[in-house]
């Protein structure tokens, strides 16, 4: 078993300044202008909101931005120059719960595979996760369904459970065990009935989702449900393909690359999040689209989340964060395809 | 795993270009120092970039490892290609590569090969070609079945003219629709894979009518590629002997963009070249 201290949420700023030392930019959930949940550099522990459902967005944006230069490039006379000089600066990610961290565990395996991104890795090395155990799930929560538990700290360097006046912290990876001695102070010993803090949130947490249902049933059915058309035809007919659903995925990774002049010698290359929704992202340069309906759009988005990661890295690439349903304009529910392709698979396996 | 940073193209000098076709250049490349010739496999493609523009995925025609060039023929059909198509002798490209998985030529040796290609699908098989030629002991036959839109769309033509004169060698050419001056075949590029046609595959008709010792490399717009499929199906060639490259839209080349992604496969990395065995077991997004 990890050891485990508390950490009195009255020293929780002063722990906060120790990371700082370390790693400067401190993320985690606070709110926005219009009082909503949000990720965004925390300057002051009063910032710091815990007691909400988690942010719209993600905080893949800190891995990778919607918009990240790859290279500059410069013209002198007939050749080029080539510079790339993007600058990481080290971060905390701080209170990221359970469904947020499995999908950087996904993020990380996904681009460390066949080849290493090599700007995703770099943001990533330089960052400390920090996870919480999730106690206030949304309506749109599934999280247990796709086999996340909400108090798993899988993923995180460091793991916080909220113990009223204080948290229980675990130090998990060797980047976290490192920093430890700087906490020596503020680190107090864990009483026995701490012990079984984490197993009552997680009961308690689960008892407020709204529903369960177990994909991981789905087995070999899930091959022939490609075919089905009519079971995607039920939500693509209606979808708008704005793509929202993707770039609010924890998990979704797809960019596009574009050049830009920044003057008349000299400009970058930068890539930006792309979406298997828009038609453009499949089309041929001859003209010939392979997904040119939107049912085979829709189709992909959740085929490759339920089945095609699944055999690619063994993981869904779906973590029951339920943000694709809280931003889709035409009310589309992962959940309730999900629970279609449960249903379906299962007749099919028979 | 590799670490370096492959998003960077490296400096490539333009040595050559010559007019292919309508609306189609071939762009001979110096090959720069951190690539090895000898690591690139016929069916492999490279990101050829014109700063300002962006990048395309560009198969490899063929790889002069004693010149220490690259041949690429590129078909102007985007802003790219149309910037591309404006440079000259001199100027300077980005390249990356090579990415993808290329035909095993190793493992086709001793087998006769038969090329189907449509239009500028000539392209990537062009390095298979030069495989042949340079290891002609090692294979049987090979037949290079092309059929173009026109007698005015086919490409590498004088290369075509000296493949004849080549010893084991076999070229076929076909146009889509009869012209004045063509006295040769007319029809789409399967025909010469049909039992009936008069002028069928050699290969198939004679050298090895138990379609055992043939591999078929294919490759050409979608259309051809299904046409080329539903012939196979009728003709009971084994779908394990043929070796389909596909051409699916891509930025990366490294299984990272997502947009080459075809059920648990990225073309960019598990292919481009696929068999149809493989690309049977694949979704129809291709």
């Known amino acids: 078993m990890e050891e485990q201290y508390r950490l009195f949420k009255n020293d929780l700023n002063k722990f906060l300044e120790i990371l700082r030392k370390s790693y400067p930019k401190i993320i985690g959930p606070s709110l926005d202008s219009e009082e909503k949940e949000i990720f965004k550099e925390i300057t002051n522990v009063n910032e710091l909101k815990l007691d909400r459902t988690i942010p719209l967005k993600p905080p893949k944006e800190f891995l990778f931005p919607q918009s990240e230069e790859l290279f500059k490039f410069s013209f002198k006379e007939r050749k080029f120059d080539l510079k790339d000089e993007n600058f990481f600066e080290k971060q905390v990610l701080f209170a990221l719960r359970p469904c947020d961290l499995t999908a950087i565990k996904y993020t990380d395996t996904f681009f460390t595979s066949n080849f290493i991104d090599v700007y995703y890795s770099a943001k990533r090395e330089n960052s400390l996760i920090i996870g919480i155990a999730c106690e206030y799930p949304s309506n749109k929560c599934f999280c247990t369904s796709m086999g996340v538990s909400p108090v798993s700290s899988k993923g995180s360097d460091i793991f916080l459970t909220n113990g009223g006046t204080f948290f229980l912290v675990e130090f998990l990876t060797e980047k976290a065990l490192s920093m430890r001695e700087q906490f020596a102070g503020l680190l107090k010993e864990a009483s026995l009935e701490d012990a079984t803090l984490k197993n009552r949130i997680e009961k308690r947490t689960r008892s407020l989702l709204l529903e369960e249902f177990d994909l991981g049933k789905v087995g070999e059915g899930i091959e022939r449900i490609y075919e089905k058309e009519e079971l995607f035809r039920k939500y693509s007919d209606t979808c708008v393909m704005c793509g929202a659903c993707t770039f609010d995925c924890p998990t979704c990774t797809c960019f596009d690359v574009s050049d830009k002049f920044l003057d008349k010698d000299s400009g970058k290359r930068y890539r930006t999040w792309d979406s298997c929704s828009f038609y453009n992202f499949s089309l041929h340069a001859s003209g010939y689209n392979p997904r040119s309906r939107k049912v085979e759009r829709l189709r992909q988005r959740i085929m490759h989340k339920f089945n095609y990661t699944v055999k690619q890295f063994n993981l869904w690439s779906c973590v029951g964060c339920g943000r694709c349903i809280a931003v889709c304009p035409v009310g589309i529910n992962i959940k309730s395809i999900a629970k279609d392709l449960q249903r379906e698979a299962s007749n099919e396996n028979k | ?286």
Request: hydrophobic letters at 40%; charged letters at 20%; one cysteine or more.
């Open chain 2, 1 to 286: 795993m590799k670490t370096n940073n492959l998003y960077l193209p490296l400096p490539s000098e333009i040595i050559e270009i010559q007019n292919q076709g309508t609306n189609i250049k071939s762009f001979l490349l110096k090959l720069p120092e951190e690539i090895n010739a000898n690591n690139i496999m016929p069916g492999q493609f490279f990101g050829v970039s014109v700063f300002g523009q962006g990048e395309v995925p560009i198969s490899v025609s063929d790889v002069f490892s004693n010149g220490n060039s690259l041949l690429f023929c590129i078909a102007n059909v985007g802003t790219v290609t149309e910037k591309l198509h404006s440079l000259k002798v001199g100027d300077t490209v980005g390249i990356r590569g090579p990415f993808g998985n290329g035909f095993p030529m190793s493992s086709f040796k001793g087998a006769n090969l038969i090329l189907l290609c449509g239009g500028i699908g000539l392209a990537p098989l062009r390095a298979v070609v030069s495989y042949f030629l340079n290891n002609i002991d090692a294979f049987g036959k090979l037949e290079i079945l092309y059929g173009a839109r026109s007698s005015k769309d086919f490409i590498y033509k004088d290369e075509l003219r000296q493949w004849r004169l080549k010893p084991n060698t076999i070229v076929k050419v076909s146009i889509d629709k009869p012209e004045k001056e063509w006295k040769g075949n007319v029809g789409f590029v399967t025909l010469f894979l049909d039992p009936n046609f008069p002028d069928r595959s050699e290969i198939l008709t004679g050298i090895d009518r138990e379609f055992k010792q043939t591999k078929l490399l294919i490759c050409g717009p979608p259309l051809m590629m299904d046409a080329s499929i539903k012939m196979i199906q009728n003709i009971n060639f084994p779908y394990e002997n043929v070796y389909l490259t596909l051409e699916n839209r891509m930025k990366c080349g490294m299984g990272k963009c997502g947009h080459c992604n075809i059920g648990s496969k990225y073309v960019c990395i598990d292919g481009p070249v696929f068999t149809l065995d493989e690309l049977n077991q694949l979704p129809k997004e291709y």
